[in-house]
């Protein structure tokens, strides 16, 4: 019933930016938080950032005054744009959303299906 599409990863130099996307479909009432984490090979996935449906952001300390995640809530779309990427950033990138949906009376978390950001010379 609900979808997370991601899209914006690639392959990346040190000290470039990229921008990754995550739209949100289907049968949606409302949407509470939204994120993004990461796992990169042989690590747990981690927190990377986090938006409130009022714009209030929550960074982890590794990609603070890096990163910046914003959303349009009319789109049911959340962003995460990076800068200055480090080697150490590359990883699977996953959207993460809390939703309500229509008909029902709880929120579900769902995932994305990953994208891949690679940092390399």
């Known amino acids: 019933q609900v979808q997370l599409v991601e899209s914006g990863g690639g392959l990346v130099q040190p000290g470039g930016s990229l921008r990754l996307s995550c739209a949100a479909s289907?049968?949606?009432?409302?949407?509470?938080?939204m994120g993004w984490y990461r796992q990169a090979p042989g690590k747990q996935r981690e927190v990377v950032a986090s938006?409130?449906?009022?714009?209030?952001?929550n960074y982890a300390d590794s990609v603070k005054d890096r990163f910046a995640i914003s959303r349009d809530n009319a789109k049911n779309t959340v962003y995460l744009q990076m800068n200055s990427l480090k080697p150490e950033d590359t990883a699977v990138y996953y959207c993460?959303?809390?939703?309500?949906?229509?008909?029902?009376?709880?929120?579900?978390?769902?995932w994305g299906q990953g994208t891949q950001v690679t940092v390399s010379s």
């Open positions: 289907g049968s949606i009432f409302s949407i509470n938080i």
């Open positions: 938006i409130t449906s009022g714009g209030s952001t």
């Open positions: 993460n959303a809390r939703i309500h949906v229509v008909g029902r009376s709880y929120t579900q978390n769902y």
